[in-house]
């Protein structure tokens, strides 16, 4: 193993023991600071010459099997570290600055524990979502900001389907984040014409129980989605939004009638993630503000949101019990 080889994978598992979510190169004009995201917040973890970032740059773009000589235009890429425990997945992303590229890594341990009553906060965020994953159809929406732990969330659901019985689930991902043993995972791909809309029709004449879309983008994905339901099966995904009303907002401007939205969705949630304020054991956890189908109707026919906030009575809840304090509400004030 080689020294730049031996430097990256102790980078990445220094990243994963201090619990980072991504790894960020940022250019200066002779150097390059390294930062770790933890918790949603950047962290400065190391200063590199502007010589060595390159080089780093360079071993891992080759690794990802990206064009190590393109740095004028943005490039993606992954690989897989298996030899470490678990395994670690990177997602790779440069972008070309006016110095030397920018580079962005987003960590993917191949590995999954999650129950719900680890990810939520109250037993009744456990119930609504065992309820309506009960029901085995249906089209259920996530919504959040970027790194609000949607996918977490996704991955939680389908464990949950998988421990309940046996039954087909087909995920189409972009891209795959992790393994589930259990399902047909598929991924999206442009260059072979593998977009969500493709894979999402395919899907459907592959005998479903349930079918996983990692993001709802376009009109077409967002009516293919809604076919699915229709017919019976059981649709997880995401899409972005402000709220649980804007999630209805936007599906209306794709494109989706009413009467669609009325027959087919079963729940919205809006998600947040807030870190605990125990010093011996912090760690994250998942709001929601949800609308159930009876709030979802109401929504539809005032076309107006709900006037009050489950997300709010969560965080009373959690700062009554002392899981985290007032820098919480910075979002959601008391």
Do not use: W
Not at 3 to 11: A, P, V, Y
Not at 13 to 28: K, R
Not at 266 to 282: D, M, N, W, Y
Not at 313 to 325: N, V
């Amino acid at each position: 193993m080689t020294n730049i080889e031996s430097f990256t994978r102790q980078l990445v598992q220094q990243a994963i023991a201090a619990g980072a979510s991504d790894i960020h190169l940022l250019p200066s004009y002779a150097e390059a600071s390294l930062y770790f995201r933890i918790h949603g917040r950047l962290e400065l973890s190391d200063t590199y010459s502007a010589a060595f970032a390159h080089r780093l740059i360079t071993h891992l773009k080759f690794r990802a099997g990206m064009d190590i000589g393109e740095r004028r235009r943005p490039q993606d890429g992954s690989l897989t570290y298996r030899s470490l425990h678990p395994p670690v997945h990177l997602r790779l992303s440069t972008m070309p600055s006016e110095r030397m590229e920018s580079f962005s890594i987003r960590l993917l341990p191949q590995t999954f524990h999650y129950t719900f009553p680890q990810l939520f906060l109250t037993s009744h965020t456990t119930r609504s979502f065992e309820n309506v994953l009960a029901s085995r159809k249906g089209l259920v929406l996530l919504t959040g900001a970027t790194g609000s732990g949607k996918s977490t969330t996704l991955y939680a659901m389908l464990e949950h389907l998988l421990s309940t019985q046996p039954q087909r689930i087909i995920t189409i991902e972009d891209p795959v984040e992790l393994r589930l043993p259990g399902c047909i995972q598929t991924e999206v791909n442009d260059k072979a014409d593998l977009t969500y809309a493709s894979l999402l029709k395919a899907s459907m004449r592959h005998d479903p129980d349930v079918i996983m879309i990692g993001e709802i983008r376009d009109g077409e994905t967002a009516h293919l989605a809604l076919r699915a339901a229709l017919t019976g099966h059981l649709v997880l995904t995401t899409l972005h939004a402000g709220s649980t009303f804007g999630v209805l907002r936007r599906l209306l401007d794709l494109g989706l009638s009413k009467t669609d939205l009325f027959e087919t969705i079963t729940f919205i949630a809006h998600q947040r993630l807030v870190s605990t304020s125990s010093l011996s054991a912090p760690r994250r956890l998942a709001l929601f503000d949800f609308s159930t189908r009876p709030d979802i109707h109401s929504m539809l026919h005032s076309d107006q949101p709900l006037d009050f906030s489950r997300m709010n009575d969560q965080l009373k809840r959690g700062y009554a019990l002392g899981l985290f304090g007032k820098e919480t509400f910075s979002e959601a004030p008391l």
